[in-house]
């Protein structure tokens, strides 16, 4: 069988993870990558990475990638702070009859997502004949296919929580700590990330997910946070200062609601010191996601990503990029439309396996 063609569009942190991530799959075969920074304008796509060269040049015209012979569109460029900019980009790409698989848009449940995101996505699709799929930047994986396949070997279940608990110091940028996650700023004011609906837009489409696939007819979703601040600065964070007093802590809790009682609760611990709020959920390690099913049995699954360098932020990524890569086949296959994770086959690794010599 031919490889899928595809295009890698932004070569950001998950981006590069992603066009690295294509050269070791065989069933994928790079033929564009859209850049943002004018540095990387005719850099080969190879070297971008690290590998040889590969003949594929990088570029920041978008008629020209457009005009490629691909089958999809790996859009990975930011999405927090610029959603309806990545919107406007995603349709393009599907009227002009590519299919996207993309971390950039919270539109995890298609019929739960908002309409002023879903309806210009139908559209392009019905126009381009071609599907999409959005896996969020969680990166996904711990909130809904996992919970899932656990599920699986329940006798009786009387809640699914999925916790990530990690230390934000090392691995965001202070944009996305300040503007939107509101670090650093004073205990009463109102980040992007609180302001109300936010929480459900984000991560309400997992929630929809895990019911959907148990058969759970939720009555609605409730929002949950707590902040914390420090009382020492905490330097050297993303190139600036946390003044004690601030916010440097941020827990938060998505739930799934029936008859009253939480039933499927994804909940965020996030610090920016491993000292902060002691009575909050502790990390193992360097942090990663702690998933329970209540019930009989109980089980408990901790999951951790660590890449390459020894880290779980590079892990991090590497995971948030292979879910959509791994998604893509079934993407392709699939009928115009949205599709979500409960529209696809299940994921494997299938091909990826490597032996050494």
Known sequence: MAP????????????????????????????????????????????????????????????????????????TANGELRPFEALEDICRILAAGKNVVSSSLAVLHPDMSDPSFTDPLRAACAQGGTSCFFSGIDPGFADDILPIVLSGVSQRITEIRVQEILNYSTNVDAETLV??????????????????????????????IVADALGIELDGIDEWHEKRAFDRDLDDIAGRTFEAGTQTGLRFEVRGMVNGTAVIVLEHVTRLHDDIAPDWPVQQGEGGYRITISGEPTIECTFHAVGSDGTRNTGGLVVTATKLLNAVPGVVAAPPGIVSVNDLPFPTGRGLVRTRA
């Open 179 to 208: 503007d939107l996650m509101g670090f650093g700023t004073a205990l009463d004011s109102t980040p992007l990330i609180l302001l109300p609906g936010v929480l459900t837009m984000a991560w309400g489409g997992p929630v929809r």
């Open 4 to 75: 899928i063609r595809i295009i890698q569009w932004s070569t950001g942190k998950v981006g590069l993870r992603a066009l690295d991530a294509i050269f070791d799959n065989p069933g994928l075969e790079l033929v564009g990558v859209w850049v943002h920074s004018e540095a990387k304008v005719g850099c080969d796509a190879g070297e971008l990475v690290g590998r040889p060269a590969c003949g594929v040049v990088a570029t920041n015209d978008v008629e020209k990638i457009l005009a490629l012979d691909a089958d999809v569109v790996c859009y």
